[in-house]
Every structure is written in C-alpha cells, then in structure tokens.
C-alpha cells in the first residue's frame, strides 16, 4: 500500500505582502483560486518581479486575469515499505507535476480553470491513481458574486455562488483536503455557496469526489461517494457538520452502505508567541446492519521564541481517534476521516487517523533567512485492540488479528528546505519508523525509511 504523505511547500496568507523581502517567496495558496491580486492593478504597487505582468492582465475597466503555474519534480525513495509487507517494499520513483491555471476576473463573475499534466516514472508495481492522471482538468468552475462578495470589507454581507470543479480545503483539512502532496491533487465535482457577514463565513456545499484515470482527459466523478456540509468560521472557532454517503464502503473485511454524519468543532489562534489548534469530531450513522459511532480528538500547543537564535517553534501534538471496540457486533466505532490531507503526521505516514493514539513533538528552526529546517519525533498506539491498523486513505493495512499490544512503532523525521528564490523551492526530508510490538506481532516488521527530494517552481 502506497503512502500518500510529502514534503510541502510553505504558503503565505492570502494577501499581498507589499514589505516583503527581495528572498521571500510571493503569496501563494495551494487551490491557486484564493488569491487576489486585484491589489496590483496600479502598476506602482506592484514589487518589481518578473511575473508581474501575468497576476494582473487589464482586459476592461472591470475585468482582468491572472496567470499562474507550478512545475514540481519529486523523488521518493523507500526501503521496507509497511515495514517489509508492501507489494513493493524497496522502491524509487520520479513524479512530475505541471499545473497552470487562469483566472478571468469580470465584474460579478468569475471563471477559474486549471488543467493539470502528471505524470509518474518508475512507481512498482505500477502507477495508482495519486500518482498520475496525465493531462486532465484538475479545475474548472464560474463564481457568481453577490452582495459584498470579494470586495475585501471584513463587515459586508456578501454570497458567492460557485459551480463546477473545485478543490476544497476546510480548516486545518482532518476531513475534508486538497491532498496536495501525492502528484495527483484531489478535486471535487458540485455546488458551493459561500456567504460572509460581519467577519464569519460559512461554506455550504454538496459535491462528488473527482477519480483520477490513467489516461488523459478521463477523470470522473465518483458514481459511489458523495460530500456535503457546511462549515462556520469565526473568530478562532471552527464549527461544521459534514455528510457522507458510500455505496461501496468496506470496514473490517465487510462491504456494504455507509451513510455517516460528522459534527465538529475546532478552536485555535495565536497569542504572545504561544499557538494553539484544537478539535473534536462525533460521527454516527450506519454501515450495512450497524450503527456508527465514533469520534476523533486532536490538540497541538506550540510556542515561537522570536529573541533565540533560529526562532525555534516548538509544537507538540496529540490525537486520539477511535477504532472498534468488539468485533461482529452491532455498532461500528472505525473512525473515517472522509478526505484528509495527504500529509497526515508527517512526510512519511504509513498509518492514518483511524483507531490511533499519536504523539508528536516538533521543532522547526530558520537557519537562514532562506533555509528552515524542522525535527520530530511520533509515537504510535492503537486505540483499541480489536480493530487493527488504516492507511490515509482508510484501507485496511493491519488486521488486529490474535496481536494484544497497542504500541505500532515510533518514528523521526528530518527536513530541509531552502528558498533559493521567490518562485523555486528546494526541500529534502529523511524519516525512520521503526515496528513496535503490534507490527511484530502481525507479519512483517523491519524499519521504515524514506527519502525525499523535490524542487518546485511557483509563480
């Protein structure tokens, strides 16, 4: 089974940064379409760069386009993936990603479209769904503006009405993500409004997962899985529910329907140099003949010393999401976490959110003002004993089997990461899982390790 966590690639706030330094990178997102750059329609405000010209087009009085891409080239090297029990375990391969878009600005309208070209090299057995869809539509969607809608006032009343395909990043992305990092991003085919007033927004959506194809221009959306919720944002605070329908769901070996709710709840912020991000998640509904219930915790504390050398950030995280509790009987309590994001706990993330108590302590530093690097540690427990182990995705990758120990392993992780200009990034990281007693005691159990090299030009 194949691992869908990366390096990523640090993303600016939405707004254009004027005080910027020369080195720093300019202010971009990873769904491209939260960008406004209606700021640099004065050419005076514009810092100077070369692709200037390209993030605001004047076509008439009020309408405009912007131009952007990525190219981004990844190798990844593994030795024992899942420990040994991998198709593959000893691989090596290349992805190429090239991902361009345009966005044509119109008074209260909008047209956003973004092909995707991806393509993979020497992935073994052969190449999966994330790894390469070759040329297809990663988006294509028209906004229709109403009210206060992008006019940038925090106390407006605006709704902005939106249709087509759409990647969808919602809080810090435990449910519903872009997946980013594998080399195809995930996409989604519907409907979405999205409403602010006096500085709350709320999302509403209903939408269809995009499957990627091997051949070019074949992407669909799922005839099996479909998305829909809404999601508050205000103030710190994070409020949403989230349904969920799959026809052809499995849990623990069996196959059927599953219709689960989640409701949720998140606070965080930043105060002093502490940092701060907590959530909780309930689910319930059914699966075939059982009742679900089930529920996730995540906490993440940190602090950033500004005056030391470096300005190390320390974090430390800790998450408890449930797994079964007794097997064959009439309620599922398997966690799913939906659409996360491909990095879950880290750039190599063998295990997903499902039936896990993780702790993770981290320290990233700024070696330059143009190099960082971080440090982390993760432990890993199964929350209970009789249900096993998942992939991000929420494969089953570890039957429980006749095991009785928790621990699943502990892991370390090293990155590197130098913006040697605005546009082009330059990142490495090299992780170590080492099996605990869960892993021995159900099949194969050598060390983990990954390497990983990727270069990525943004404009």
């Given at each position: 089974m194949r691992k869908l966590a990366l390096v990523g690639l640090v993303v600016a706030s939405p707004a254009f940064a004027q005080d910027r330094e020369p080195w720093q990178p300019p202010t971009l997102t990873t769904t491209r379409y939260d960008e406004d750059w209606s700021t640099m329609a004065d050419p005076a405000d514009r810092p100077g760069r070369w692709s200037d010209d390209l993030k605001y087009i004047p076509i008439t009085d009020d309408a405009y386009a912007t131009v952007a891409a990525e190219i981004r080239i990844r190798n990844e090297s593994y030795r024992n993936n899942l420990w040994g029990g991998a198709a593959a375990p000893d691989d090596g391969y290349q992805w190429v990603r090239f991902v361009p878009s345009v966005d044509l600005h119109a008074g209260r309208l909008r047209a956003f479209v973004q092909p995707i070209a991806a393509y993979a090299i020497g992935v073994a057995p052969s190449a999966s769904p994330i790894d390469q869809t070759r040329v297809d539509m990663l988006q294509a969607f028209a906004d229709l503006r109403l009210g206060d809608a992008g006019t940038g006032s925090p106390d407006g009343v605006g709704v902005t009405l939106r249709a087509g395909r759409q990647m969808i990043s919602l809080g810090t992305e435990r449910l519903v993500g872009t997946r980013y990092g594998p080399n195809v991003p995930l996409a989604?085919?519907?409907?979405?409004?999205?409403?602010?007033?006096?500085?709350?927004?709320?999302?509403?959506?209903?939408?269809?997962?995009?499957?990627?194809?091997?051949?070019?221009?074949?992407?669909?959306?799922?005839?099996?899985?479909?998305?829909?919720?809404?999601?508050?944002?205000?103030?710190?605070?994070?409020?949403?529910?989230?349904?969920?329908?799959?026809?052809?769901?499995?849990?623990?070996?069996?196959?059927?329907?599953?219709?689960?709710?989640?409701?949720?709840?998140?606070?965080?912020?930043?105060?002093?140099?502490?940092?701060?991000?907590?959530?909780?998640?309930?689910?319930?509904?059914?699966?075939?003949?059982?009742?679900?219930?089930?529920?996730?915790?995540?906490?993440?504390?940190?602090?950033?010393?500004?005056?030391?050398?470096?300005?190390?950030?320390?974090?430390?995280?800790?998450?408890?999401?449930?797994?079964?509790?007794?097997?064959?009987?009439?309620?599922?309590?398997?966690?799913?976490?939906?659409?996360?994001?491909?990095?879950?706990?880290?750039?190599?993330?063998?295990?997903?959110?499902?039936?896990?108590?993780?702790?993770?302590?981290?320290?990233?530093?700024?070696?330059?003002?143009?190099?960082?690097?971080?440090?982390?540690?993760?432990?890993?427990?199964?929350?209970?004993?009789?249900?096993?182990?998942?992939?991000?995705?929420?494969?089953?990758?570890?039957?429980?089997?006749?095991?009785?120990?928790?621990?699943?392993?502990?892991?370390?992780?090293?990155?590197?990461?130098?913006?040697?200009?605005?546009?082009?990034?330059?990142?490495?990281?090299?992780?170590?899982?080492?099996?605990?007693?869960?892993?021995?005691?159900?099949?194969?159990?050598?060390?983990?390790?990954?390497?990983?090299?990727?270069?990525?030009?943004?404009?």
């Open positions: 989604f085919d519907g409907v979405r409004a999205l409403a602010s007033l006096n500085g709350a927004t709320l999302s509403l959506f209903a939408v269809r997962p995009v499957q990627p194809r091997p051949s070019s221009f074949d992407d669909r959306p799922s005839r099996t899985k479909t998305l829909w919720g809404a999601y508050l944002t205000r103030q710190g605070l994070d409020l949403y529910y989230l349904g969920y329908h799959n026809t052809q769901a499995r849990f623990g070996g069996v196959a059927g329907d599953e219709l689960r709710h989640s409701v949720g709840a998140r606070w965080f912020g930043s105060r002093e140099g502490w940092h701060w991000n907590a959530e909780g998640i309930y689910q319930f509904g059914r699966f075939t003949n059982q009742t679900i219930s089930a529920w996730s915790v995540g906490t993440e504390l940190g602090h950033a010393f500004q005056d030391l050398p470096g300005a190390p950030d320390t974090t430390l995280r800790f998450n408890v999401v449930s797994g079964d509790r007794h097997r064959g009987d009439t309620q599922l309590n398997t966690f799913n976490a939906l659409f996360p994001k491909g990095k879950y706990f880290g750039e190599l993330s063998p295990v997903g959110p499902s039936n896990i108590v993780s702790l993770n302590p981290r320290v990233a530093v700024s070696v330059t003002k143009t190099v960082s690097a971080s440090l982390a540690g993760m432990a890993y427990w199964r929350f209970s004993r009789a249900d096993g182990i998942y992939d991000i995705p929420g494969n089953l990758i570890r039957a429980p089997g006749t095991a009785t120990s928790r621990f699943i392993g502990r892991e370390v992780e090293a990155t590197l990461a130098w913006q040697t200009t605005p546009d082009l990034e330059l990142s490495t990281s090299v992780s170590l899982f080492g099996p605990g007693g869960f892993i021995r005691q159900t099949g194969p159990a050598r060390t983990i390790a990954m390497l990983g090299l990727e270069a990525n030009f943004r404009f």
